[in-house]
Nanobody, 120 residues
């Protein structure tokens, strides 16, 4: 069983910055990928950014140039540094962790989410 806990959400003014953290714990062989997603009221959950075990990253167009995803493998933690925040970034941010459970098996787990509210 793997647990994923996000933290770092809160209220921030437009133009400000916020860093989210995502910590994974439990029993797993290795983590394959970390992903940050967000869901605003009335909208579907959408990808923000991902990073895999090789360090390759993917960003949504809305996040490019403003957000940076990173990971600390030793701490089993990933981060999402968000700069130049806009009111439209307001959402619940979720972390998804993909991990290996065996030589050829794997799974993924979602965190409970952390609210980010950007005031204008």
């Amino acid at each position: 069983q793997v647990q994923v806990v996000e933290s770092g959400g809160g209220l921030v003014q437009a133009g400000g910055s916020r860093r989210l953290s995502c910590a994974a714990s439990g029993i797993f062989f290795s983590i394959n990928a970390w992903g940050w997603y967000r869901q605003a009221p009335g909208n579907q959950r959408e990808l923000v950014a991902t990073v895999n075990s090789a360090g390759s990253t993917i960003y949504a167009d809305s996040a490019k140039g403003r957000f940076t995803i990173s990971r600390d493998s030793a701490k089993n933690t990933a981060y999402l540094q968000m700069n130049s925040l806009k009111p439209e970034d307001t959402a619940v941010y979720y972390c998804n962790v993909g991990y290996r459970t065996g030589r050829t098996t794997g799974s993924s787990t979602w965190g409970q989410g952390t609210q980010v509210t950007v005031s204008s």
